[in-house]
């Protein structure tokens, strides 16, 4: 697994470190938005969606994932486990539920093969 640690900085915010060295940030932008940031420059978004009321607190509130963006080649690899990170933190900081959508899964699956394919290239390269 490429996270080593996760530390709690404060409700909002998270430091990942990666197996690499590498620290991230992870940190919920507003009630519907996260970022995970690498050296103070964005290399993930994720957008929620509320699928139920925000008003009422005796329920907990349900999200849907509605958008994944990451924009960063080098920490590629650890896009899946950096997004599960970003969930976790959205859902703890929400309180509620969080599902994700058959398309945003398969927008990371093909995230990934073009990973694969990446890393395959520069293996290939003398």
Known sequence: ????????????????????????????????????????????????????????IDISPSYSLQKFIFSSLTLLPEARELRTAAIVLFKSFTNGKIRISPEIEGELLALEATTDLHLTTMDNVT
């Open 1 to 56: 697994m490429p996270i080593k640690s996760i530390t709690q900085v404060n409700k909002r915010l998270e430091t990942v470190e990666l197996d690499s060295g590498v620290i991230v940030e992870l940190r919920v932008e507003n009630m519907h938005e996260m970022a995970v940031y690498s050296q103070d420059e964005e290399v993930c978004r994720l957008r929620f969606f509320p699928l139920s009321s925000l008003n009422n």
